[in-house]
C-alpha cells in the first residue's frame, strides 16, 4: 500500500524520531511511504486559539499538499482530529479534504495488525492523549499494539484519562495552570515506577516530559510509534 | 469589573493548597458518584440526545413558549414581569417587597439572583436577604463569593465553616467540627428565620409553557420551606428555564440529579402553579430575565450554552476549574460553563475576553454534559470573538505566513533547532522554559529522509 505520511509541523521541527518510526514499522510491513516535501501544519494551533482566517490558507495547503493519496497516516492525534473535524469546512467548496488516519489507528482498523513484531523490554506507562481518547476515540488501539510488543510490560497509569494540560497555546496562555496540570501528570507517571511514559501525541509528551526533565527524573518519554519501531 | 482576567486570577489560586486540596477531595467525590448513578442506565445517551432536542425546541421558538407560559401563569393567579437586564430585575422584586411591607427575604438557592446581584440591590433598599441553602449560609457569613454552581462553599472545610459559624451565630461556643453538630447548629438558626419571613425568593429550575407550573428542585428542603410558608414569593428565572410541556420533566428530572449530585433522584422536587388562596404563599410573581441571553441566543453556536441546565457536572470533571477553583473565574458561572456563558452574556472586558481560553480543550465537559453542550466547540467558536492582543494577532499572521511557504518553514526549522540549544527562550516561550525543558532534536527527519532515498 501507498502511504502518505504526514508528520505535522512540530514533529517536522523537533521529534525526528516520530517520523523515523512510522517510516520503519510502515516499511517493515511492507507498505510503501511518500513524504511529501512541501508539507507544513494543519492550522490547529490558529483555529484553537482563535485566529480561525489565518487558518483556512493551511487548510487549503494540505489538501494540495496531500492530494492524491488514498491514505495519510499522521503520528497526531491532535492534528489528525484537526483535518477530520475542521478542515471541511475550511477548504474551497468542492475540494477533497485527505483521508487522514491517526498511526495506531491506521495499523489496528486499516491494516488489521496489532503485532508490529517490536521488541522493547522495559516497562511502559500509557498516557491517552484527550484528543486520541475523545476526539478520535482510539480506545484500546494503542495499548493493544504496545502489549503484543515483546517483552514490554504495560502498567496502569492512576487517573489516566485526566488532561496534561498541554492545549496548544493553552500551555502559555495560562502557563501556570497548565503547568499545575502537568506536574499531577508527572507525579502519576513517576509513582507507576515506569522507565518510559508513551502517548500518541508528542505535544502532551513535550509538555510532561518538559517537567520530568527538569525534575532530572529517570522516566523518558517517546511516542508509541518510536516503540513500535524497535528491535530491528 | 476591577476584577483580574483569568490567568491572574488562577495564579492567586493555584498558591492556595488549602483550596487545591479541597476542590480535589470534593470534585472527586462528587465525579465517582455521578460515573456510578449514570453507568447504571444502559439508555443514558438516548436520555441526553432526548434532553437536548427539548432544549433545541425551546430555545428554536423561544418567543412563543415565553408567551404560552405568561399566559399560563397568569392564569393561574400569577403575575408575570419581564427584565431586560440585572437593573430592571433587581429594581422589579426591590419594589414587590417594598410593597409587601418586609425588611427581610429568606432566599433559596438561585444563579439567576446571584447573576443579577440581587442581594447587594436588596441591602442597598435596606432589605436583609437571607440565604437558606446551607452552603450559601456559608458563604454569606463569611462575606465570601460562591466558588462552585452546585457546593457553593467548595473552597472550605468543616474547621473553617465552624469558626465562621462560631463568630456568626448565638450560642454556638461548643460547637464541634463534626458535620451534623454543624448542620443541626445551621438548622436552628434557619428555623427562626423562616417562620418570621413574610417574602420569599427564588429561582426556578425549568417552567413548563403549557400550564404555567414552575419546578425547583433541592436537596435541603430550605426551598420547600420558601416556597410554601411565606405570604408572597417572588421567582427571578432565565428566560432559557422554559420547558414545552409537563412530560419534558420526565426527560429533565432524570438527567439533573443524576448529573449534578449524582443522586438517582434529588430529596426535594416542588412544583406550582400560580398562587392558591388558603394554601401556601397568597401572592405570586414570576420575573422573567433576559441579561444577555436574548445576544446568546443570536449566536449559532454560542447558543448552544443556553441549554444549560446547571448540573454542574462539567465544572466537577474539568480539570483546570480542579486546580484554580471557581473565584478565578470572575463570574457566577464558574467553569467550562462558566466560560462559554459569561462572555455571551456580559459582553466584552477583559475578564470575559480572558474566559473562553481558560481551558485546555480536553472535552472532559462535553462527555459529561447532560444536554450536550459542545463545550470546546463554542470555546474555539468564541475565541475568534473577543478581542485578541495585537501582538499576538502579529504573531499568530506571521506563523501562518511560514507555514504556507515550504521555503519559509524550512528555515524556521533551523531557527527552532537552534533556539532549543539555549537554556531559556525569550518573549513568551519564557513561560515555557521556566518550568519545562525543552527536547533536544538530533539528526532532523528531512535530513534523515534524504539520505536515504
Ligand atoms: S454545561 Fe452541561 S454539564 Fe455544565 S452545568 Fe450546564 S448542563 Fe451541566
Redesign the pocket.
Known amino acids: 500500500m501507498r502511504v502518505g505520511l504526514f508528520l505535522t509541523c512540530l514533529n517536522d521541527m523537533l521529534f525526528a524520531g516520530v517520523g523515523k518510526a512510522v517510516v520503519r514499522v510502515l516499511e517493515r510491513l511492507g507498505h510503501e511511504v511518500v513524504f511529501p516535501l512541501a508539507q507544513t501544519c494543519c492550522g490547529q494551533a490558529h483555529l484553537n486559539t482563535g485566529y480561525r482566517s489565518e487558518c483556512a490558507p493551511l487548510a487549503r495547503k494540505f489538501a494540495t499538499d496531500f492530494a492524491g493519496l488514498d491514505h495519510v497516516v499522521s503520528p497526531s492525534a491532535s492534528c489528525v482530529a484537526m483535518v477530520r473535524e475542521h478542515h471541511p469546512a475550511l477548504v474551497a467548496p468542492g475540494v477533497r479534504v485527505p483521508p487522514v488516519h491517526e498511526f495506531t489507528e491506521f495499523l489496528v482498523d486499516v491494516l488489521g495488525v496489532t503485532d508490529v513484531g517490536a521488541v522493547f523490554p522495559h516497562r511502559v506507562t500509557y498516557h491517552p492523549t484527550c484528543h486520541g481518547l475523545r476526539a478520535l476515540n482510539l480506545g484500546d488501539r494503542p495499548t493493544a499494539l504496545l502489549r503484543a510488543v515483546r517483552g514490554l510490560s504495560l502498567v496502569d497509569l492512576p487517573e489516566a484519562t485526566q488532561c496534561c494540560g498541554f492545549g496548544g497555546t493553552f500551555a502559555l496562555k495560562n502557563a501556570d495552570t497548565s503547568v499545575a496540570m502537568g506536574t499531577d501528570k508527572a507525579r502519576h507517571v513517576l509513582a507507576t515506577d515506569a522507565e518510559v511514559l508513551a502517548a500518541v501525541d508528542n505535544s502532551c509528551l513535550m509538555h510532561i516530559g518538559g517537567l520530568l526533565s527538569r525534575w532530572r527524573a529517570a522516566t523518558r518519554v517517546l511516542h508509541v510509534a518510536e516503540i513500535l519501531a524497535s528491535g530491528d | 469589573m476591577g476584577m483580574p482576567a483569568f490567568p491572574e486570577a488562577a495564579r492567586e489560586a493555584l498558591a492556595d493548597p488549602q483550596l487545591r486540596a479541597n476542590l480535589r477531595a470534593a470534585t472527586g467525590t462528587i465525579r465517582a458518584k455521578r460515573a456510578r448513578v449514570v453507568a447504571e442506565r444502559g439508555d443514558w445517551e438516548a436520555l441526553r440526545e432526548a ?1 437536548r432536542a427539548i432544549k433545541d425546541e425551546v430555545l428554536g421558538s423561544l418567543d412563543t413558549y415565553l408567551l404560552q407560559l405568561e399566559e399560563q401563569v397568569t392564569a393561574a393567579g400569577g403575575v408575570v414581569h419581564w427584565a431586560r437586564d440585572a437593573a430592571e430585575a433587581n429594581r422589579i422584586v426591590v419594589e414587590l417587597v417594598r410593597a409587601a411591607g418586609a425588611d427581610e427575604v429568606v432566599k433559596v438557592k438561585s444563579m439567576a439572583t446571584q447573576e443579577i446581584e440581587l442581594n447587594e440591590a436588596l441591602a442597598d433598599a435596606g432589605i436583609a436577604a437571607v440565604e437558606t441553602d446551607l452552603a450559601e449560609l456559608i458563604v454569606q457569613l463569611g462575606h465570601d463569593r460562591p466558588s462552585h ?1 452546585l457546593v457553593p462553599a467548595i473552597h472550605r472545610n468543616r474547621a473553617q465553616i465552624r469558626e465562621l459559624f462560631r463568630r456568626e451565630m448565638a450560642g454556638t461556643d461548643d460547637l464541634t467540627d463534626d458535620p451534623v453538630a454543624l448542620a443541626a447548629a445551621a438548622r436552628a438558626h434557619l428555623r427562626r428565620k423562616f417562620l418570621s419571613a413574610r417574602v420569599a425568593v427564588s429561582g426556578a429550575n425549568f417552567a413548563v409553557a403549557e400550564n404555567g407550573a414552575l419546578v425547583v428542585v433541592e436537596s435541603e428542603g430550605n426551598g420547600r420551606m420558601c416556597l410554601t410558608l411565606p405570604e408572597v414569593l417572588i421567582s427571578v428565572v432565565g428566560i432559557e428555564k422554559v420547558v414545552p410541556t409537563s412530560r419534558d420533566l420526565e426527560v429533565m428530572l432524570q ?2 440529579p443524576r ?2 449530585t449524582g443522586e438517582r433522584m434529588n430529596p426535594y422536587t416542588s412544583i406550582w402553579r400560580g398562587a392558591t388562596p388558603g394554601d401556601g404563599p397568597g401572592e405570586f410573581h414570576l420575573v422573567l430575565l433576559d441579561n444577555g441571553r436574548t445576544r446568546a441566543l443570536a449566536d449559532d453556536i454560542g447558543r448552544d ?1 443556553l ?9 466537577n ?1 474539568c480539570p483546570v476549574y480542579e486546580r484554580t477553583g471557581g473565584h478565578a473565574y470572575g463570574s457566577v458561572y464558574p ?3 462558566g466560560a ?2 459569561t462572555p455571551q452574556l456580559r459582553g466584552p472586558d477583559p475578564v470575559a475576553d480572558s474566559l473562553p481560553y481558560a481551558s485546555s480543550l480536553c472535552g472532559a ?1 462535553y462527555e ?6 459542545d ?1 470546546p466547540r463554542a470555546l474555539v467558536h468564541l475565541r475568534a470573538e473577543v478581542h485578541h492582543r495585537p501582538a499576538e494577532r502579529l504573531a499568530m499572521r506571521a506563523a501562518a505566513w511560514i507555514f504556507t511557504s515550504p521555503r519559509r518553514f524550512a528555515l524556521a526549522r533551523r531557527l527552532t533547532r537552534l533556539g532549543t540549544r539555549l537554556a531559556g527562550l525569550p518573549g513568551p516561550w519564557r513561560r515555557w522554559t521556566t518550568t519545562r525543558d525543552l527536547p533536544q532534536p538530533h539528526e532532523s527527519f528531512r535530513d534523515w529522509w534524504e539520505r536515504r532515498n
Open positions: 434532553g454552581i438527567l439533573l448529573s449534578s450554552a441549554r444549560c441546565i446547571r448540573c454542574s457536572a462539567c465544572l470533571v467553569g467550562p460553563i462559554i456563558l465537559c459529561v454534559c447532560p444536554v450536550k453542550i463545550i
